[in-house]
T-cell receptor
Framework: ELKVEQNPLFLSMQEGKNYTIYCNYSTTSDRLYWYRQDPGKSLESLFVLLSNGAVKQEGRLMASLDTKARLSTLHITAAVHDLSATYFCAVDLPSMYSGGGADGLTFGKGTHLIIQP | DSGVTQTPKHLITATGQRVTLRCSPRSGDLSVYWYQQSLDQGLQFLIQYYNGEERAKGNILERFSAQQFPDLHSELNLSSLELGDSALYFC????????????FGPGTRLTVT
């Protein structure tokens, strides 16, 4: 059974600071996703990481994937209040059907991030 | 706006009842996924349909069922509802079975009283 663990689960930080959210998963996979969720809202896709060593950046957020360590990180640089949200990582496994494809995602519990002015 | 639509937005019902949640995928997407988000269980994958056929099952209860129709919209049926079924139910879609990114709808908030 695939397990996905995020830490920390809660993070309060000040604007301007840097921090990293970690996502560990239990089974070999080279597909990892990061989503953002605002309170009461849907999930917004942030990053799709599809290979070992993949690194993607968007604004103050940067995500990376190490498939050998089964670890992904989401790094926040010079945080601003607008980045306050819950961040989820999710992993899927290669489809049990003919090659490739995406089955359901297994999500971590989420990191509730509060950025204070 | 992801292009995935879900109705209704909110639903309040009593224990023992049955409800149907509806999802329309993005135009052209063939695959639909259903997820449940609750405080206790977090975000859980329930079931996936691709072009009308069931393709993968997650932690879906026997009281729950789903289907995808020829026009590709999908319905999630929840029966014999219990208090613990109160949750946010999301639908997501992707273009084909080989697509990696899933686009999430706004969700249906179900409250069972």
């Amino acid at each position: 059974e695939l397990k996905v663990e995020q830490n920390p689960l809660f993070l309060s930080m000040q604007e301007g600071k840097n921090y990293t959210i970690y996502c560990n998963y239990s089974t070999t996979s080279d597909r990892l996703y990061w989503y953002r969720q605002d309170p009461g809202k849907s999930l917004e896709s942030l990053f799709v990481l599809l290979s070992n060593g993949a690194v993607k950046q968007e604004g103050r957020l940067m995500a990376s994937l190490d498939t050998k360590a089964r670890l992904s990180t989401l790094h926040i640089t010079a945080a601003v209040h607008d980045l306050s949200a819950t961040y989820f990582c999710a992993v899927d496994l290669p489809s049990m059907y003919s090659g490739g494809g995406a089955d359901g995602l297994t999500f971590g519990k989420g990191t509730h991030l509060i950025i204070q002015p | 706006d992801s292009g995935v639509t879900q109705t209704p937005k909110h639903l309040i019902t009593a224990t023992g009842q049955r409800v149907t949640l509806r999802c329309s995928p993005r135009s052209g997407d063939l695959s639909v996924y259903w997820y449940q988000q609750s405080l206790d269980q977090g975000l859980q994958f329930l079931i996936q349909y691709y072009n009308g056929e069931e393709r993968a099952k997650g932690n879906i209860l026997e009281r729950f069922s789903a289907q995808q129709f020829p026009d590709l919209h999908s319905e999630l049926n929840l029966s014999s509802l219990e208090l613990g079924d109160s949750a946010l139910y999301f639908c997501a879609s992707s273009p084909t079975w080989s697509s990696y990114e899933q686009y999430f709808g706004p969700g249906t908030r179900l409250t069972v009283t």
